[in-house]
T-cell receptor, first 117, second 115 residues
Framework: GAVVSQHPSRVICKSGTSVKIECRSLDFQATTMFWYRQFPKQSLMLMATSNEGSKATYEQGVEKDKFLINHASLTLSTLTVTSAHPEDSSFYIC?????????????FGEGSRLTVL | GDSVTQMEGPVTLSEEAFLTINCTYTATGYPSLFWYVQYPGEGLQLLLKATKADDKGSNKGFEATYRKETTSFHLEKGSVQVSDSAVYFCALSGVNTGTASKLTFGTGTRLQVTL
């Protein structure tokens, strides 16, 4: 099946700094990628839809200036958490549909755990 | 809008017990339905899927049947193992309009299997 990879898998940073998380589709081209945030009680929240060559579409309540998304190529999307604070600590997961699979299925990265001190 | 409701967990079972995790949905049209599994510290993996009514998805001993009349997609396994301990998410994908469809997820059900 299609492979999506995230990096880093874990990152610890100081409050006020920015952190970048990369999401790559390794064996297919993804014009769209989705970024999710997973809270401690396991629920998944869709943060934004990343679109190659255009601006990301953010879900209601997600701060665009806090969570910067860039979809630079057909295989790479990045999420930058700017001026991170402890409440931004979470598990961030990206996903993408493989255009070769027409059922709406998404392929997920391994996730990135962010801890802000 | 679309929504998915799954039974709340955690579900704790002894090894070799029968598993059912209920999932019902609300959607317009004919969505595709999925079960994803998340093992501790990992991302989500597709467990099984069904794309039309009466389809049965199956994988690793797990099964789920797309029931349009009851808008359900319950996950079952006849004999669970300790290695099945994970969080299970039911999800649906809206009608494919040629653009990427968002998945709508349930809240997840944590399964703990003990010896």
């Amino acid at each position: 099946g299609a492979v999506v990879s995230q990096h880093p898998s874990r990152v610890i940073c100081k409050s006020g700094t920015s952190v970048k998380i990369e999401c790559r589709s390794l064996d297919f081209q993804a014009t769209t990628m989705f970024w999710y945030r997973q809270f401690p009680k396991q629920s998944l929240m869709l943060m934004a839809t990343s679109n190659e060559g255009s601006k990301a579409t953010y879900e209601q309540g997600v701060e665009k200036d806090k969570f910067l998304i860039n979809h630079a190529s057909l295989t790479l999307s990045t999420l930058t958490v700017t001026s991170a604070h402890p409440e931004d600590s979470s598990f961030y997961i990206c996903s993408a549909p493989d255009p070769r699979v027409g059922t709406g299925e998404l392929f997920f990265g391994e996730g990135s755990r962010l801890t802000v001190l | 809008g679309d929504s998915v409701t799954q039974m709340e967990g955690p579900v704790t079972l002894s090894e070799e017990a029968f598993l059912t995790i209920n999932c019902t949905y609300t959607a317009t049209g004919y969505p595709s339905l999925f079960w994803y599994v998340q093992y501790p510290g990992e991302g989500l993996q597709l467990l099984l899927k069904a794309t039309k009514a009466d389809d049965k998805g199956s994988n690793k001993g797990f099964e789920a049947t797309y029931r349009k009349e009851t808008t359900s997609f319950h996950l079952e396994k006849g004999s669970v193992q300790v290695s099945d301990s994970a969080v299970y998410f039911c999800a649906l994908s809206g009608v494919n309009t040629g653009t990427a469809s968002k998945l709508t997820f349930g809240t997840g059900t944590r399964l703990q299997v003990t010896l």
